[in-house]
Protein backbone atom coordinates (compact mmCIF):
# COMPACT_ATOMS: atom_id res chain seq x y z
CA UNK A 1 0.00 0.00 0.00
CA UNK A 2 1.29 3.48 -0.79
CA UNK A 3 1.52 6.19 1.58
CA UNK A 4 -1.12 8.39 -0.16
CA UNK A 5 -3.79 7.20 -2.38
CA UNK A 6 -5.49 9.15 -5.12
CA UNK A 7 -7.71 8.28 -7.74
CA UNK A 8 -5.83 9.39 -10.91
CA UNK A 9 -9.27 10.30 -12.76
CA UNK A 10 -9.59 11.17 -15.64
CA UNK A 11 -12.43 13.92 -13.73
CA UNK A 12 -14.78 15.67 -16.51
CA UNK A 13 -17.10 17.82 -15.50
CA UNK A 14 -19.09 20.99 -16.77
CA UNK A 15 -18.62 24.34 -16.22
CA UNK A 16 -20.29 25.45 -13.21
CA UNK A 17 -19.72 22.07 -11.27
CA UNK A 18 -18.56 21.50 -8.03
CA UNK A 19 -15.85 19.46 -8.42
CA UNK A 20 -14.55 17.07 -4.75
CA UNK A 21 -10.85 15.83 -5.65
CA UNK A 22 -9.34 13.31 -2.45
CA UNK A 23 -6.49 11.44 -0.97
CA UNK A 24 -5.85 8.87 1.47
CA UNK A 25 -2.65 7.90 3.59
CA UNK A 26 -1.59 5.61 5.56
CA UNK A 27 0.71 7.68 7.92
CA UNK A 28 0.07 8.64 11.11
CA UNK A 29 2.73 11.02 11.44
CA UNK A 30 1.62 13.20 8.78
CA UNK A 31 0.65 16.91 9.62
CA UNK A 32 0.79 19.13 6.98
CA UNK A 33 -1.59 18.90 4.02
CA UNK A 34 -1.42 20.98 0.63
CA UNK A 35 -2.91 20.81 -2.94
CA UNK A 36 -0.95 21.86 -5.89
CA UNK A 37 -2.26 22.36 -9.50
CA UNK A 38 -0.28 21.21 -12.02
CA UNK A 39 -0.81 22.75 -15.76
CA UNK A 40 0.47 20.29 -18.69
CA UNK A 41 4.34 21.05 -18.66
CA UNK A 42 4.66 23.30 -15.94
CA UNK A 43 5.92 22.94 -12.41
CA UNK A 44 3.38 22.23 -9.22
CA UNK A 45 2.13 25.20 -7.95
CA UNK A 46 0.39 25.40 -4.48
CA UNK A 47 -3.25 26.01 -3.83
CA UNK A 48 -3.87 25.08 -0.37
CA UNK A 49 -1.78 24.81 2.83
CA UNK A 50 -2.94 23.25 6.13
CA UNK A 51 -2.33 21.92 9.25
CA UNK A 52 -3.65 19.31 10.99
CA UNK A 53 -7.84 18.71 10.88
CA UNK A 54 -9.78 21.30 10.31
CA UNK A 55 -11.48 23.52 6.90
CA UNK A 56 -9.70 26.17 4.98
CA UNK A 57 -11.16 28.46 2.28
CA UNK A 58 -9.50 30.51 -0.35
CA UNK A 59 -12.01 31.73 -3.19
CA UNK A 60 -13.82 28.71 -4.84
CA UNK A 61 -11.29 26.48 -3.22
CA UNK A 62 -12.13 24.83 0.26
CA UNK A 63 -9.53 22.05 1.61
CA UNK A 64 -10.60 19.74 4.60
CA UNK A 65 -8.72 17.39 6.62
CA UNK A 66 -9.48 14.95 8.73
CA UNK A 67 -6.92 13.34 10.37
CA UNK A 68 -9.16 10.59 12.31
CA UNK A 69 -10.17 9.22 8.88
CA UNK A 70 -6.73 9.64 7.31
CA UNK A 71 -8.32 11.69 4.31
CA UNK A 72 -8.09 15.43 2.72
CA UNK A 73 -10.54 16.96 0.35
CA UNK A 74 -10.29 19.45 -2.40
CA UNK A 75 -13.41 21.33 -3.15
CA UNK A 76 -13.99 23.55 -6.13
CA UNK A 77 -16.97 26.12 -6.30
CA UNK A 78 -17.97 27.12 -9.93
CA UNK A 79 -15.61 25.18 -11.51
CA UNK A 80 -14.20 26.80 -15.01
CA UNK A 81 -12.21 25.80 -18.00
CA UNK A 82 -8.91 27.40 -16.72
CA UNK A 83 -9.16 24.74 -13.67
CA UNK A 84 -8.77 22.01 -15.91
CA UNK A 85 -5.43 20.58 -14.68
CA UNK A 86 -4.13 18.12 -12.47
CA UNK A 87 -4.48 18.42 -8.58
CA UNK A 88 -1.65 16.84 -6.40
CA UNK A 89 -2.26 16.26 -3.07
CA UNK A 90 0.90 16.61 -0.74
CA UNK A 91 1.73 16.11 3.02
CA UNK A 92 4.53 15.95 5.12
CA UNK A 93 5.39 15.39 8.54
CA UNK A 94 6.29 18.39 9.81
CA UNK A 95 9.30 19.14 12.57
CA UNK A 96 12.89 18.52 10.79
CA UNK A 97 10.71 16.84 8.20
CA UNK A 98 8.50 19.18 6.94
CA UNK A 99 9.96 19.91 3.39
CA UNK A 100 10.02 15.71 2.18
CA UNK A 101 6.53 15.80 0.54
CA UNK A 102 5.08 12.74 0.21
CA UNK A 103 2.78 13.15 -3.31
CA UNK A 104 0.10 11.12 -4.34
CA UNK A 105 -0.12 10.19 -8.49
CA UNK A 106 -2.28 13.60 -9.35
CA UNK A 107 -5.91 13.56 -10.57
CA UNK A 108 -6.56 14.87 -13.62
CA UNK A 109 -9.50 17.03 -14.52
CA UNK A 110 -10.90 18.65 -17.44
CA UNK A 111 -13.85 21.22 -16.98
CA UNK A 112 -15.93 21.18 -20.44
CA UNK A 113 -17.45 24.99 -21.47
CA UNK B 1 9.65 37.84 -7.50
CA UNK B 2 10.57 35.93 -10.70
CA UNK B 3 9.53 32.47 -9.24
CA UNK B 4 11.56 29.51 -9.21
CA UNK B 5 13.60 29.23 -12.20
CA UNK B 6 15.22 25.99 -14.16
CA UNK B 7 17.35 25.99 -16.94
CA UNK B 8 16.95 23.95 -19.49
CA UNK B 9 13.58 23.38 -19.96
CA UNK B 10 13.89 20.40 -22.03
CA UNK B 11 17.28 18.11 -22.18
CA UNK B 12 17.87 15.26 -24.80
CA UNK B 13 20.96 13.49 -24.45
CA UNK B 14 22.53 10.07 -25.38
CA UNK B 15 22.54 6.99 -22.83
CA UNK B 16 25.84 7.44 -20.99
CA UNK B 17 26.50 11.57 -21.56
CA UNK B 18 26.66 13.47 -19.00
CA UNK B 19 24.46 16.46 -18.28
CA UNK B 20 23.97 18.85 -15.67
CA UNK B 21 20.05 21.36 -14.64
CA UNK B 22 20.32 24.61 -12.68
CA UNK B 23 17.88 25.95 -10.45
CA UNK B 24 17.43 29.52 -9.14
CA UNK B 25 15.23 29.80 -6.03
CA UNK B 26 13.30 32.47 -4.91
CA UNK B 27 15.85 35.33 -3.81
CA UNK B 28 14.69 35.35 -0.18
CA UNK B 29 14.48 31.62 0.45
CA UNK B 30 17.00 29.33 2.04
CA UNK B 31 16.06 26.53 1.37
CA UNK B 32 16.19 24.96 -1.82
CA UNK B 33 14.69 21.22 -3.03
CA UNK B 34 15.48 19.16 -5.95
CA UNK B 35 12.28 16.57 -6.60
CA UNK B 36 11.98 14.43 -9.43
CA UNK B 37 8.69 13.51 -11.07
CA UNK B 38 7.87 10.28 -14.01
CA UNK B 39 4.95 10.48 -16.00
CA UNK B 40 1.73 9.37 -14.33
CA UNK B 41 3.28 9.95 -10.85
CA UNK B 42 3.40 12.37 -8.58
CA UNK B 43 6.59 14.35 -7.36
CA UNK B 44 9.47 12.03 -5.69
CA UNK B 45 12.05 13.68 -3.18
CA UNK B 46 15.73 13.55 -4.12
CA UNK B 47 18.14 15.93 -2.15
CA UNK B 48 17.23 19.05 0.63
CA UNK B 49 19.80 21.61 0.76
CA UNK B 50 19.80 24.46 3.51
CA UNK B 51 21.39 27.32 2.45
CA UNK B 52 25.05 26.05 1.01
CA UNK B 53 24.68 22.42 2.97
CA UNK B 54 23.01 19.60 1.50
CA UNK B 55 21.32 17.92 4.58
CA UNK B 56 19.22 15.09 3.21
CA UNK B 57 19.52 13.01 0.15
CA UNK B 58 17.18 10.07 -0.78
CA UNK B 59 18.25 6.56 -1.44
CA UNK B 60 16.55 7.15 -5.06
CA UNK B 61 19.56 9.77 -5.75
CA UNK B 62 22.16 7.37 -6.75
CA UNK B 63 26.02 7.33 -6.99
CA UNK B 64 25.54 9.31 -10.23
CA UNK B 65 23.53 11.84 -9.42
CA UNK B 66 25.42 14.86 -7.25
CA UNK B 67 23.69 18.71 -6.55
CA UNK B 68 25.57 21.16 -5.56
CA UNK B 69 24.44 24.43 -3.79
CA UNK B 70 27.91 26.54 -3.90
CA UNK B 71 26.92 29.99 -2.53
CA UNK B 72 23.80 28.97 -1.04
CA UNK B 73 21.91 30.79 -4.24
CA UNK B 74 21.88 28.59 -7.52
CA UNK B 75 21.99 24.94 -7.39
CA UNK B 76 22.72 22.62 -10.21
CA UNK B 77 22.27 18.76 -10.22
CA UNK B 78 24.00 16.91 -12.53
CA UNK B 79 23.53 12.92 -13.21
CA UNK B 80 26.61 11.27 -15.20
CA UNK B 81 26.24 8.05 -16.87
CA UNK B 82 22.54 9.00 -18.11
CA UNK B 83 20.56 5.78 -18.16
CA UNK B 84 16.83 5.61 -19.75
CA UNK B 85 15.33 5.41 -16.78
CA UNK B 86 16.43 8.56 -16.03
CA UNK B 87 14.15 10.12 -18.20
CA UNK B 88 12.16 12.38 -16.06
CA UNK B 89 11.06 16.06 -15.14
CA UNK B 90 13.62 17.10 -12.57
CA UNK B 91 11.67 19.92 -10.30
CA UNK B 92 14.01 22.37 -8.32
CA UNK B 93 11.85 23.86 -5.62
CA UNK B 94 12.53 26.18 -2.77
CA UNK B 95 10.94 27.88 0.95
CA UNK B 96 11.67 29.80 3.61
CA UNK B 97 11.98 28.16 7.15
CA UNK B 98 8.70 26.70 7.93
CA UNK B 99 6.88 27.78 5.05
CA UNK B 100 5.65 25.55 1.95
CA UNK B 101 7.30 24.93 -0.99
CA UNK B 102 7.20 26.64 -4.55
CA UNK B 103 8.36 24.75 -7.44
CA UNK B 104 9.82 25.74 -10.32
CA UNK B 105 8.39 24.88 -13.97
CA UNK B 106 11.06 21.66 -13.98
CA UNK B 107 13.79 20.36 -16.72
CA UNK B 108 12.67 17.35 -18.82
CA UNK B 109 15.24 15.08 -19.71
CA UNK B 110 14.79 12.70 -21.99
CA UNK B 111 17.40 10.05 -22.56
CA UNK B 112 17.78 8.06 -25.88
Known sequence: QKEVEQDPGPLSVPEGAIVSLNCTYSNSAFQYFMWYRQYSRKGPELLMYTYSSGNKEDGRFTAQVDKSSKYISLFIRDSQPSDSATYLCAMSEGGGSNYKLTFGKGTLLTVNP | ?112
Not at chain 2, 19 to 36: A, Q
Not at chain 2, 64 to 93: H, N, V, W
Not at chain 2, 101 to 112: A, C, D, K, P, S
Open chain 2, 1 to 112: DTGVSQDPRHKITKRGQNVTFRCDPISEHNRLYWYRQTLGQGPEFLTYFQNEAQLEKSRLLSDRFSAERPKGSFSTLEIQRTEQGDSAMYLCASSAQGAPLHFGNGTRLTVT
